[in-house]
């Protein structure tokens, strides 16, 4: 069995990864769980895997494939693996889960 994983225990972990804007916290088999928290800009690139978002606090614009659309916490989204997403006009408090699936076959 895994330590609890709460948004405070994410927190914590993250505040001792040495600037990060993220920090993982389950691998099981295809499946990677992460806490995201970027600050003012998301660098990401493409992923090799398909993402799924759960918003947990904040704001943000998520922009995919040139297409924008607002997000809040409750919010979940999907990024297919390869294309192109980040978040925009982030919040402070911003933090979402992200859950990467690479696919079994």
Same mark, same amino acid.
């Given at each position: 069995?895994? *330590? !609890?994983?709460?948004? %405070?225990?994410? +927190?914590?972990? @993250?505040?001792?990864?040495?600037? %990060?804007?993220?920090?993982? @916290?389950?691998?099981?088999?295809?499946?990677? @769980? /992460?806490?995201?928290?970027?600050?003012?800009? *998301?660098?990401?690139?493409?992923?090799?895997? *398909? &993402? +799924?978002?759960?918003?947990?606090?904040? !704001?943000?614009?998520? +922009?995919?494939?040139?297409?924008?659309? /607002?997000?809040?916490?409750? &919010?979940? =989204? =999907?990024?297919?693996?390869?294309?192109?997403?980040? #978040?925009? %006009?982030?919040? +402070? *408090? #911003?933090?979402?889960?992200?859950?990467?699936?690479?696919?079994?076959?």
């Amino acid at each position: 069995m895994h *330590d !609890r994983i709460t948004p %405070q225990t994410a +927190v914590a972990k @993250l505040a001792t990864a040495g600037g %990060q804007r993220w920090v993982t @916290l389950l691998k099981h088999g295809n499946i990677e @769980l /992460e806490y995201y928290a970027p600050q003012e800009v *998301d660098p990401q690139q493409p992923h090799t895997r *398909d &993402e +799924v978002y759960f918003i947990v606090a904040g !704001r943000a614009t998520f +922009v995919m494939n040139g297409e924008r659309r /607002e997000v809040s916490p409750g &919010e979940v =989204l =999907l990024a297919p693996c390869g294309v192109p997403h980040r #978040f925009e %006009q982030i919040s +402070v *408090d #911003f933090a979402t889960w992200a859950i990467f699936v690479t696919s079994g076959g």
